[in-house]
Nanobody, 121 residues
Framework: QVQLVESGGGLVQAGGSLRLSCAASGSIFRINLMGWYRQAPGNQRELVARITSGRTTNYADSVKGRFTISRDNTKNTVYLQMNRLKPEDSAVYYC???????????????WGQGTQVTVAS
């Protein structure tokens, strides 16, 4: 049906940068809201950033000024540029999207499998 595949995670030193990508594939008619969430061990999954189809964005307070979300609608892909990373940014990052499938009247919500980001102090 639909797959969201993340890439770009890894190990980085504090102060460094990473860029996450999430590509959606399948029988897609339209992608509405796209976003990134993260979950650290023992914590609940939390919103990091999201972007509408019109490219309106919002961010968690903890990442404002350091992270930038963007999307390429021609590639059904959302990106998360993460700068000035801190150890507390370490988590599994998940892509999320509201997608309308071909032939379906309403959107459904989908998750990626997650990608690990580890920031060493």
């Amino acid at each position: 049906q639909v797959q969201l595949v993340e890439s770009g995670g890894g190990l980085v030193q504090a102060g460094g940068s990473l860029r996450l990508s999430c590509a959606a594939s399948g029988s897609i008619f339209r992608i509405n809201l796209m976003g990134w969430y993260r979950q650290a061990p023992g914590n609940q999954r939390e919103l990091v950033a999201r972007i509408t189809s019109g490219r309106t964005t919002n961010y968690a307070d903890s990442v404002k000024g350091r992270f930038t979300i963007s999307r390429d609608n021609t590639k059904n892909t959302v990106y998360l540029q993460m700068n000035r990373l801190k150890p507390e940014d370490s988590a599994v990052y998940y892509c999320n999207a509201d997608i309308v499938l071909n032939g379906w009247p309403r959107e459904n919500n989908y998750w990626g499998q997650g990608t690990q980001v580890t920031v060493a102090s």
